[in-house]
């Protein structure tokens, strides 16, 4: 064997042994698992300047904001030595006391189905479009009928991009905020900040102690500005957000009282979205961006082609600004694979901001601001005396269009 064909030889095995050498590494999962789901809210409603929503609530009690979301969960194999809960000690900038609660969900009843209950098969049908543009691209929009599609065909024309892992902080979580206790303090203030030293403890788990920086505190919010008619083309625009790794816009509509849903994203590749609507690991954010079906953090706009919701009852657009995923775990890996690894406990932080806003509102409501500006000319010479008129305001017709909304969207 010559010299060449030898070293290649040895390079292989070493990188063979090596590798074995790391599938040999024994991993068990830690003995705590501690999930933190942190997100930013944001209704824009058109005419009403930023902030000026804050604590407002729609019909339906949905918050118009900007709101902040925490869920808190924790799971644990340490064997109990007392009262089953722990508490995460937050730092004094949440503005909500010294600690959260974290206690089991109360137990569910099963649901109960009746012999005789066989679902009906449902009648719907979906058009679903997707890109920034002008104007619908061909081979647009992809159609969904279960009239003519079997149940299997029209869940795969659903089917959109997402990571391997469905991770979620609450999912089989045994320990969790908010909770049943202290209801009043289920909510996050306005101004409350993540930063800082958390703790969780208990007798439930091992002493979880991490700190939080600017990359992963409450974003701020997603505040979308829609502008054109209902029927296109639509320029949806947005601020900048901090820390943002990227971006992803979804717009909802119905046809005939619900009949035929539309479904538009700004991903380049066909996508209904439902996948990347979502909190998603910062690595699969990068890549959905090569793959361009998510917008990089340098995108400030994106046109939703004319005449994909013409006719439409009512659309609305939700975004998202992707955070950057934290993971901790302790003790770390060892570098020697040969030496076991069992992390006493590993954490988990995402982040988001969220935002929505009504399709066909901006023109709408300057249209109405117009009408109200002109008065008609009075059949009588004589004038009457003027009796005290109050215009709409922009909540009365954000709430108005809400409403119409709620069948559709069910929110």
Not at 256 to 262: K, L, N, Q, S, V
Not at 352 to 371: F, I, N, Q, Y
Request: net charge neutral.
């Amino acid at each position: 064997m010559n010299p060449t064909c030898r070293a290649v030889t040895l390079a292989v095995a070493a990188l063979a042994c090596a590798s074995a050498q790391a599938q040999t590494q024994q991993n068990r999962p830690p003995i705590a698992t501690y999930g933190m789901d942190v997100e930013t809210r944001s209704m824009s409603i058109p005419g009403m300047p930023s902030g000026a929503t804050a604590g407002m609530m729609m019909p339906g009690g949905m918050g118009v904001g900007p709101t902040k979301e925490l869920l808190l969960g924790l799971r644990s194999s340490q064997k109990p030595t007392g009262a089953l809960e722990a508490q995460h000690a937050i730092p004094p900038g949440m503005n909500m006391g010294a600690s959260l609660p974290l206690l089991p969900p109360p137990p569910s009843s099963p649901g109960r189905y009746g012999d005789t209950d066989v679902p009906e098969k449902p009648k719907a049908r979906m058009l679903i479009y997707w890109g920034c543009g002008d104007t619908i691209r061909p081979g647009q929009p992809k159609v969904l009928d279960t009239e003519k599609m079997s149940p299997e065909q029209f869940g795969q024309g659903l089917v959109s991009r997402a990571p391997p892992e469905r991770w979620h902080a609450l999912r089989n979580a045994q320990y969790r905020w908010p909770n049943e206790r202290e209801r009043e303090r289920n909510s996050v203030p306005p101004e409350a900040s993540l930063r800082g030293d958390h703790a969780v403890r208990g007798s439930v788990t091992p002493d979880i102690r991490f700190a939080i920086g600017e990359g992963q505190d409450f974003m701020p919010p997603l505040e979308l500005s829609a502008q054109g008619p209902l029927d296109g083309p639509v320029a949806v625009s947005w601020g900048s957000v901090a820390n943002a790794q990227g971006y992803f816009l979804q717009a909802i509509g119905a046809r005939r009282d619900g009949a035929e849903m539309i479904i538009w994203t700004s991903s380049d590749a066909q996508d209904a979205g439902f996948g990347l609507l979502d909190y998603l690991p910062t690595d699969y954010v990068r890549r959905m961006i090569n793959e361009k079906a998510v917008m990089p953090p340098s995108t400030s706009r994106c046109t939703i082609p004319k005449g994909i919701f013409g006719g439409a009852d009512g659309a609305m657009v939700n975004g998202i600004a992707y955070g950057q995923e934290l993971n901790l775990a302790h003790p770390p890996r060892p570098a020697d694979p040969k030496v076991a690894w069992q992390p006493v406990w590993a954490v988990k932080v995402r982040v988001k901001s969220t935002g929505m806003a009504p399709l066909g509102m901006e023109d709408e409501g300057d249209s109405r601001a117009s009408r109200r500006g002109q008065r008609p000319p009075r059949e009588s010479a004589i004038p009457s005396a003027p009796q005290p008129e109050r215009a709409p305001s922009p909540a009365d017709e954000a709430a108005d269009a809400v409403n119409k909304l709620k069948g559709l969207f069910k929110f």
